[in-house]
């Protein structure tokens, strides 16, 4: 549906300032997707770990720093060692997944948000028959 003053039912009156207001959010959402950076569909953690070899200090200490990635495949859940060398890479690509994850939920909300305003307008807007 478009609420563009040339157009549609709405044209003769100008969007509510709270439409508008939603538009320009939605907007700003939508732009998000736009981007072109990588992502990761996974959840990228700094953890502490246990190499397994006997007399190793870190089976006293804290474990040895590790990234690891979790992630679904087939249903079921996954864990893989990041190397050193991709660390950078996966710990942008981790956030930048979280930022999309954020930037879906806030747009499904939203519209939740948009639809429930509407329905209200709809149901002031009729006109009175007696
Ligand atoms: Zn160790």
Do not use: N
Not at 15 to 20: D, F, G, N
């Amino acid at each position: 549906m478009k609420y563009d003053t040339d157009q549609g039912e709405m044209s003769t009156k100008k969007r509510p300032a709270w439409l508008q207001a939603l538009e320009q959010r939605r907007a700003a959402l939508l732009a998000e997707f736009a981007h072109e950076e990588a992502f990761v569909v996974g959840t990228v953690s700094e953890v502490r770990g246990r190499c397994g070899k006997p007399g190793c200090q870190c089976t006293r200490g804290p474990g040895h720093p590790q990234m690891r990635l979790l992630y679904a495949e087939g249903g079921r859940r996954r864990c893989k060692l990041v190397r050193k060398a991709d660390q950078a890479r996966l710990r942008r690509a981790g956030a930048r997944y979280r930022e999309l994850k954020t930037a879906l939920r806030d747009l499904a909300a939203l519209q939740a948000r948009q639809l429930r305003l509407l329905r209200q307008l709809v149901r002031k807007g009729g006109l009175r028959y007696r």
